[in-house]
């Protein structure tokens, strides 16, 4: 059973830095893309970052491009995802999500029915 599990969410003021990680329990973790998606109240799901198999590519939501960026460590089956120059509108619960293909191209994506697995998530909140 797949299980990933979101760590490192919490409350912090405007311009402080978070880094989540995501641990992935499952079998195939290197083979898999990686993403972080979010839902903020009365919101859809976003993505946010995204990372293929051996962290070759990369994606952003242009709203975090240059403040967050997304990692991975296969050896420990962990993604990252730091955020810095944090703002209040990064207000959110934060998803982890993985694609066992290893084809998986994180560029094309961006939406959540793209992935396979999710975590329950994690909540990031930036007070002004």
């Known amino acids: 059973q797949v299980q990933l599990v979101e760590s490192g969410g919490g409350l912090v003021q405007a311009g402080d830095s978070l880094k989540l990680s995501c641990a992935d329990t499952g079998r195939a973790f290197s083979n898999s893309a990686m993403a972080w998606f979010r839902q903020a109240p009365g919101k859809g799901r976003e993505s946010v970052a995204s990372?293929?198999?051996?962290?070759?590519?990369?994606n952003y939501a242009d709203s975090v491009k240059g403040r967050f960026t997304i990692s991975r460590d296969n050896a420990k089956s962990t993604v990252y995802l730091q955020m810095n120059s944090l703002k209040p509108e990064d207000t959110a619960v934060y998803y982890c999500?993985?694609?066992?293909?290893?084809?998986?191209?994180?560029?094309?994506?961006?939406?959540?029915?793209?992935?396979?697995?999710w975590g329950q998530g994690t909540q990031v909140t930036v007070s002004s």
């Open positions: 990372v293929n198999w051996n962290g070759a590519i990369t």
């Open positions: 999500a993985a694609d066992r293909d290893y084809r998986a191209n994180p560029t094309s994506m961006s939406s959540w029915v793209s992935w396979q697995y």
